[in-house]
């Protein structure tokens, strides 16, 4: 299986901070890694496909980048709605993986 | 607007099967174009993929869980279903059905509200 490690494991920023959270698979997969937003009780929602697309009606200060085995998931400048817990997952191969995820929480 | 909902029995007993139906709304479950999906997730813990099923009935699973997972589809119902047998107390988590429409490799673009599975004896 392949391994995906974010990181941090959590992150305290504050209101107009700008974020990265980092994602690496433990071998090469192209550019199919997706991106998801969870908030408590409530089902993920995907943010960013093929590592840097916009899923449709996603705010634009969500980005993402990288190809191979390093991502990168950026939000430009934090919102209060913003602050979740963020996941990587791997669609190059089975079994689909996902990271441990990374808690936003505010400053 | 796409919508998934999750039903099935919040209580399993140890040893027994666990059995999950999603149904779909609003959107093409009857085009060739979705895999349709099940993962899971522990209370306070992260997202596991269970596995995926086409229109066809091809299915593809998790191998840590493939020997007791069954999924089946019925177009006529726009619905599909998680069949986990041997349940332990390991298996309690909150169960979410998704959709994966494949040929944009966009990972899962729609998911249910999700639902309690716990496992007692």
């Known amino acids: 299986d392949i391994q995906m490690t974010q990181s941090p494991s959590s992150v305290s920023a504050s209101v107009g901070d700008r974020v990265t959270i980092t994602c690496r698979a433990s071998?090469?997969?192209?550019?199919?890694l997706a991106w998801y937003q969870q908030k408590r009780g409530k089902a993920p929602e995907l943010l960013i496909y093929?590592?840097?697309s916009l899923e449709s009606g996603v705010p634009s200060r969500f980005s993402g980048s990288g190809a191979g085995t390093d991502f990168t998931l950026t939000i430009s400048s934090l919102q209060p709605d913003d602050f979740a817990t963020y996941y990587c997952?791997?669609?190059?191969?089975?079994?689909?993986?996902f990271g441990q995820g990374t808690k936003l929480e505010i400053k | 607007q796409v919508q998934l909902q999750e039903s099935g029995p919040g209580l399993v007993k140890t040893s027994q099967t666990l059995s999950l139906t999603c149904t779909v709304s609003?959107?093409?479950?009857?085009?060739?174009?979705?895999?349709w999906n099940w993962i899971r997730q522990p209370a306070g813990k992260g997202l596991e993929w269970i596995g995926r099923?086409?229109?066809?009935?091809?299915?593809n699973y998790n191998p840590s869980l493939k020997s007791r997972v069954t999924m089946s589809i019925d177009m006529s119902k726009k619905q599909f279903s998680l069949e986990l047998t041997s349940v332990t107390a390991a298996d309690t988590a909150v169960y979410y059905c998704?959709?994966?429409?494949?040929?944009?490799?966009?990972?899962?673009?729609?998911w249910g509200q999700g639902v309690l599975v716990t496992v007692s004896s």
């Open positions: 998704a959709r994966d429409p494949w040929f944009q490799r966009k990972g899962l673009d729609y």
């Open positions: 609003g959107g093409s479950f009857n085009s060739g174009s979705y895999y």
């Open positions: 099923i086409y229109s066809s009935g091809s299915t």
């Open positions: 071998q090469g997969i192209g550019i199919w």
């Open positions: 093929a590592a840097s």
């Open positions: 997952q791997q669609t190059d191969s089975f079994p689909y993986t």
